[in-house]
């Protein structure tokens, strides 16, 4: 990781006073791991451990997955049920042993660091002004002075007062970050101000160098280092003043400069100063970034010796708080940066420097390359390749210097068989190369996923490497760095869904976004089927939760390196808390189709008193696990930042099939409850004829962020969906069975049903007559008359109303399964299983319609 190129912050130092910055700031030049973004968050915020908390592009995408193995099997169990939250790949949080200290001390040279140096002869005095206000904690000063020289330096001079014993901290301990390997820190001096002295700490001060443990858990090592400065004896009204110089850079950059200075803080500030020079000769641009608050002032120019300085200065500085689920996209900070980069194809020419064309020479890789030739199609040379990449080689990032940026060598990653994301990301691109698939790395922010393009043109954004393949026309983007992925390359779905992008490739101008997975590779389907003999029985419950796309590698890593029995353990676990008293019937079952890149996990359960009284009705309760918490929880709508939607992309689909006691005879025509907003789209349809109950739930999210004008819409829909999801199945004295004496005078159930579905006919016949319907409602119209036809085994009719239903929505999934349902009952199994794979691919989910008609036995 790059030490030099991070924003410098105005705040207090101390372990909380930078807690707020980091995830809605871009990332300026952290390494090329994704693991980076851990360290780039300690360094930031000047925490000395980061909880190793595993971070991902977005709640749903992205990142390294290997440490999700490492997380509590409670996070494992959450995902094999499929709740939404293990929906979102990366998203455990991974607990560190206790045994293990947050950080390790370590030794730096000699030339390194030094401390009780003069201030340099380039940086201009400024005085520590006056406190003019009284806060528990208030930064002076905040003055930082930054020199684009051929060997780089930033100036930092901070000035901080407690006023209150709970901020001390803040006084009395701070940070300071710098690379040793190429970069010298100078700590000119430190004092106290107390009661007009000025006491002199700057030699007493204990200073140790820290690096996190946290290092060898996420297979991440560099040279990055913390300077803990440790003050004795500060008092409350004490303001700590203190001066340090950091010079070099890593030498990767090639001597480009690029550099961004923090403006506002989450303590207040009196006076924030920001000076920036450079050669005249030498043009940089600047350009303030921020989302909230007023401009940043206009800096004043001045030239002298050839020098071009600006400075940038601001009184009276509020605290900024950010709000919870601030989008990563959005900057509540403001900051301004400094960029040599004059374009994005200039900063893919110096990448595309790091990533030069390389033949497989190596015996061993040119076996390899052998092997891949032998595939019979380009695709599925793709999918070896990359199989082979994200299976053999593991991760493992030596960060070091100018590796932080520069990848290893293919042959050198293939001998030792391992690295990060660079490096096995240049190994597959030179794989791919050799048989003949034109390949590009790319450039991705896991952070920060989109508006790159308000900033200016640099490699600071950038903490992760992937890889672009082209196939003919086709394009893909794929992460050699998550578990393997198998089966077709257009089956394995996508980690960094609209991430926005750099293609280093000699065409590239700009940047790039990921599209959208297709729909079935992004759908989290789940279906239950419970039957219940007796209401004062326990009732049986068989779960099928289906993983496709990225989920299904993540899947088969988590089955592959967790014991079943631990899977199953806490499984029943999570079951149980959903269903009191639940427990496994029998092992969990796999299903793994590779080619489709479909998983498939079925527990089966046996549940006592599933049925509970209520008055003289019953209700059963179930539990669609993967929309539970699709929606933000939030208490709150008066916000001043967007608000972010943890759930997003994310598509999900549930059905509940519910078996009752032979007494039931319910007659209920199947409603369907919609609520289509601007955010998410959401439906339930239920159905109950005879003993048999039916519920299909569809979950849509639209957007990723809500505006905070929008965000009392949203909890708006919130509620309304929260309304629509009852969740219960209710059997109320009406539903049951009523013979009468002798059964003389009462309809059988037959009649009545065939009588309830004539009337249904009827009804849908005057809705398509009406001319009020059109598009997929028609089709909708036309679908059910069928499936009423079909019951009464009026099958003609019942093709004829499915086929036109077919021609008014030709690629609806749900349209097609109706069709397929109508084949099914006449015999033409052929023509059923091809409307039911097409169903299937669209996203029908369950091919129920396959089992046989349901309700059969009435007749």
């Not at 101390?14 to 300690?42: D, I, S």
């Not at 992205?62 to 099997?73: I, V």
């Not at 001597?255 to 303590?267: P, R």
């Amino acid at each position: 990781m790059d030490g030099r190129r991070l924003p410098h912050l105005p705040q207090s130092p101390g372990a909380g006073a930078r807690a707020t910055v980091a995830h809605a700031l871009p990332l300026p030049a952290v390494a090329y791991h994704a693991a980076a973004t851990v360290h780039f968050r300690l360094r930031i915020r000047g925490l000395p451990d980061p909880g190793l908390s595993i971070a991902s592009a977005d709640p749903g995408r992205g990142g390294r997955l290997s440490a999700l193995l490492s997380a509590r099997l409670s996070a494992i169990a959450a995902i094999l049920i499929g709740s939404c939250c293990g929906q979102a790949l990366g998203q455990a949080s991974v607990t560190a042993p206790a045994s293990r200290p947050a950080v390790k001390e370590v030794r730096v040279a000699a030339e390194a660091f030094s401390r009780g140096a003069p201030v340099p002869d380039w940086v201009e005095p400024v005085p520590v002004p006056e406190a003019a206000r009284k806060r528990p904690v208030l930064v002076r000063l905040a003055d930082t002075q930054l020199r684009a020289a051929p060997t780089p330096a930033v100036f930092v001079h901070r000035a901080i007062q407690s006023n209150d014993s709970s901020t001390l901290k803040k006084i009395g301990e701070f940070p300071i970050y710098f690379v040793p390997d190429y970069q010298r820190l100078t700590l000119h001096s430190i004092s106290v101000l107390r009661a007009g002295e000025k006491l002199d700490r700057t030699q007493s001060a204990n200073i140790r160098f820290l690096q996190p443990s946290s290092e060898f858990a996420s297979s991440t090592y560099t040279s990055s280092v913390t300077a803990a400065v440790l003050i004795d004896d500060v008092r409350v009204g004490d303001t700590v003043e203190y001066a340090y110089t950091v010079e070099g850079e890593n030498p990767v950059f090639a001597g480009k400069y690029f550099e961004g200075a923090m403006w506002d803080g989450d303590d207040p500030v009196e006076l924030r100063r920001v000076v920036f020079s450079t050669p005249e000769s030498r043009p940089i641009a600047w350009k303030p970034i921020g989302d909230f608050g007023a401009a940043i002032p206009d800096p004043k120019v001045s030239v002298h010796d050839g020098v071009r300085t600006l400075r940038f200065e601001e009184r009276s500085l509020e605290p900024v708080t950010v709000e919870t689920l601030t989008p990563n996209s959005y900057a509540p900070f403001r900051w301004i940066q400094f960029s040599e980069f004059e374009s994005w194809s200039e900063v893919n020419a110096w990448a595309g420097g790091l990533f030069p064309p390389r033949p497989a020479t190596l015996p061993e890789l040119a076996a390899l390359v052998d092997t891949l030739r032998a595939k019979p199609t380009p695709e599925a040379r793709l999918s070896e390749a990359l199989a082979f990449t994200q299976r053999e080689i593991r991760y493992l990032s030596l960060s070091f210097g100018e590796s932080s940026h520069r990848p290893a060598s293919p042959e050198v990653v293939l001998q030792r068989r391992f690295g990060d994301c660079k490096d096995k990301s240049y190994f597959l691109i030179t794989l791919l190369e050799a048989v003949g698939i034109e390949a590009h790395p790319v450039l991705l922010s896991t952070q920060r996923r989109s508006r790159q393009e308000l900033m200016l043109p640099g490699p600071g954004p950038f903490d992760h490497v992937i890889v672009q393949a082209r196939i003919g026309e086709q394009v893909y983007f794929v992460d050699p760095t998550i578990f393997e992925q198998r089966g077709r390359i257009d089956r394995i779905g996508q980690a960094h869904e609209q991430a926005q992008v750099l293609v280093i490739s000699a065409d590239t101008t700009g940047l790039t976004t990921i599209p959208l997975s297709p729909a079935d590779l992004d759908t989290s389907e789940r279906h239950d089927e419970a039957v219940l003999k007796r209401f004062d029985g326990e009732g049986e419950l068989v779960s099928r939760q289906t993983f496709t796309g990225v989920r299904a590698a993540l899947m088969r890593a988590v089955l592959a390196r967790v014991e079943l029995k631990a899977i199953e353990k806490e499984i029943g676990a999570a079951f149980e808390k959903s269903y009191p008293g639940a427990v496994l019937s029998g092992p969990i079952e796999v299903q793994d189709d590779t080619d489709l890149n479909r998983v498939v996990l079925t527990s089966r359960l046996h549940i006592p008193e599933f049925a509970r009284k209520a008055g003289t009705s019953w209700v059963i309760a179930y539990r669609p696990e993967n929309l539970i918490g699709v929606v933000n929880a939030q208490s709150s709508s008066n916000r001043s930042f967007p608000m972010k939607v943890q759930s997003f992309p994310y598509i999900a689909r549930y059905s509940f099939d519910l078996e009752l006691p032979q007494e039931v005879a319910a007659i209920r025509d199947p409603n369907t409850e919609r609520l289509n907003g601007a955010f998410f789209d959401y439906s339930v349809t239920q159905s109950f004829r005879g003993n048999r109950a039916k519920v299909e739930i569809d979950f849509r999210a639209l957007a990723g962020e809500i505006p905070a004008k929008k965000v009392s819409e949203y909890q708006s829909d919130v509620r309304k969906l929260g309304e629509l999801s009852r969740w219960v199945v209710l059997i109320g004295p009406g539903d049951f069975k009523k013979p009468g004496f002798l059964g003389i005078g009462e309809k059988s159930l037959r009649d009545t049903l065939i009588e309830r579905t004539r009337e249904s006919i009827s009804k849908y016949t005057a809705s398509i007559k009406s001319e009020k319907l059109g598009g997929a409602d028609l089709a909708k119209a036309y679908c059910e008359r069928s499936v009423a036809y079909y019951y009464l085994d009026e099958f003609d009719k019942a093709l004829q109303d499915a086929n036109r239903a077919v021609e008014l929505a030709p690629n609806d999934a749900e349209i097609l399964a109706c069709r397929s349902e109508a084949y099914f009952s006449s015999g033409d199994f052929t023509h059923a299983v091809t409307d039911a794979s097409r169903a299937v691919l669209l996203g029908e989910g369950e091919a129920r319609y396959l089992t046989g008609k349901p309700a059969t036995s009435w007749r």
